[in-house]
Structure formats: C-alpha cells, structure tokens
T-cell receptor, first 111, second 114 residues
Framework: QKEVEQNSGPLSVPEGAIASLNCTYSDRVSQSFFWYRQYSGKSPELIMSIYSNGDKEDGRFTAQLNKASQYVSLLIRDSQPSDSATYLCAVNGGRDDKIIFGKGTRLHILP | SAVISQKPSRDICQRGTSLTIQCQVDSQVTMMFWYRQQPGQSLTLIATANQGSEATYESGFVIDKFPISRPNLTFSTLTVSNMSPEDSSIYLC???????????FGQGTRLTVV
C-alpha cells in the first residue's frame, strides 16, 4: 500500500528561525510532489510543488526532493507566526495517478 | 489554479438522514475528487468523479453510502446517505486544473451527525 509519512509534531520553531518539515513516500515511481498548508478549520492550500530532484525556491519557502531516498522536505525561512498551521505532504504520479496525502505536521511558530 | 465553490459550508444532521454536498468549479475539468478528513487526520480519497461515467470509489467506500453525480464538466455532488455519528467529518471537493497534477480544494463541508 502506498504511503506518505510525516512526523505529526507539533514542531515548535522560534519566530525568525528556519522551520524544516520532512516527508517520505513509498511509491518509487511517483512523479509529482506537493506541500499544502492547512489552517485550522480551513481547506488545504497548495504552497509548493516540485517535480525534479534538487531544490525549488519560492519566496521564504524551499522544497527539496531526493527521489533516490524517496524524501521530500520543506524549509520555511524567517518563520512568522502566520506560518503556524498543519503542513501536508502529498505525492502523485504513481501507478494509478492518485494524490496520496500524509497525515500532516503541525507547525507552531513561537513569537 | 481553479476557483471551487462548495456548499453547504457546514451542517448538523440527524442520524439516518442524507446530506448532499455541491461542488461548482469556475472552469471545465475532467476529473473531480471527493475527500474526507476526519478530526486530526489527513485527507482520505472517497472517489473520483468523471463526467459521463460512474464514479470510481476507493477501498472502504461504496456507491450506496456515497452516491456521486457528475452531470457536466463544472459540477458534482456527493451525498452522504443514512448518516451515523461516524460520518461526522469534513468533506472536501478537489480538482486538478490546467492539465497539471496540482490539486485545488473547495472550502469544505463540516458535517456533524447527531
């Protein structure tokens, strides 16, 4: 069974520091990788997508992909209290092209 | 991206009744997806709805319990039938827009069954 694993947290990070969120996936043929942010009581919001090995930067966010290790990460620089949310890792493009979500990591930015 | 309108945003229902959730997209999409998110849990795919064909259900979900309609390329409904308290959850409509694999979500429907 295909799985996406994340540490549930909570991960507490001081304001202004770098938050590092990690994710592993089981289906080696996966092609597309995503990070979603979900505030309490809200629906998930796509913040980053990555499709090839290496780093992809967008503002304060950097996604990192290592297909050989089946590992995806999200770095948030200069963390702000507004970054406090649950971050969902999602993987697509496996054999049945469905998006599989991890259980999410709760991130708490300490003012 | 796509703009997805989902309604109702929340409801409290009596056990044994049914609730139909509507999902409207601002552009034509081939596939629409229905997810369930139980408290403190991640998203679980219920079914994939293609226009013009029957929905494809994931393991553990059946058409009698979660009938889905997909009358056109911009609209879908999910019905939660014969509800029990275990059906209390957030139900989310999702689409993959623009020919890319990224999923976009509606606002969700928070269902409480009493």
């Amino acid at each position: 069974q295909k799985e996406v694993e994340q540490n549930s947290g909570p991960l507490s990070v001081p304001e202004g520091a770098i938050a590092s969120l990690n994710c592993t996936y089981s289906d080696r043929v996966s092609q597309s990788f995503f990070w979603y942010r979900q505030y309490s009581g809200k629906s998930p919001e796509l913040i980053m997508s990555i499709y090839s090995n290496g780093d992809k930067e967008d503002g304060r966010f950097t996604a990192q992909l290592n297909k050989a290790s089946q590992y995806v990460s999200l770095l948030i620089r200069d963390s702000q209290p507004s970054d406090s949310a649950t971050y969902l890792c999602a993987v697509n493009g496996g054999r049945d092209d469905k998006i599989i979500f991890g259980k999410g990591t709760r991130l708490h930015i300490l003012p | 991206s796509a703009v997805i309108s989902q309604k109702p945003s929340r409801d409290i229902c009596q056990r044994g009744t049914s609730l139909t959730i509507q999902c409207q997209v601002d552009s034509q999409v081939t596939m629409m997806f229905w997810y369930r998110q139980q408290p403190g849990q991640s998203l679980t795919l219920i079914a994939t709805a293609n226009q013009g064909s029957e929905a494809t259900y994931e393991s553990g979900f059946v058409i009698d319990k979660f009938p889905i309609s997909r009358p056109n390329l911009t609209f879908s409904t999910l019905t939660v039938s014969n509800m029990s308290p275990e059906d209390s959850s957030i139900y989310l409509c999702s689409v993959e827009a623009g020919g890319i694999a990224e999923a976009f979500f509606g606002q969700g429907t928070r269902l409480t069954v009493v």
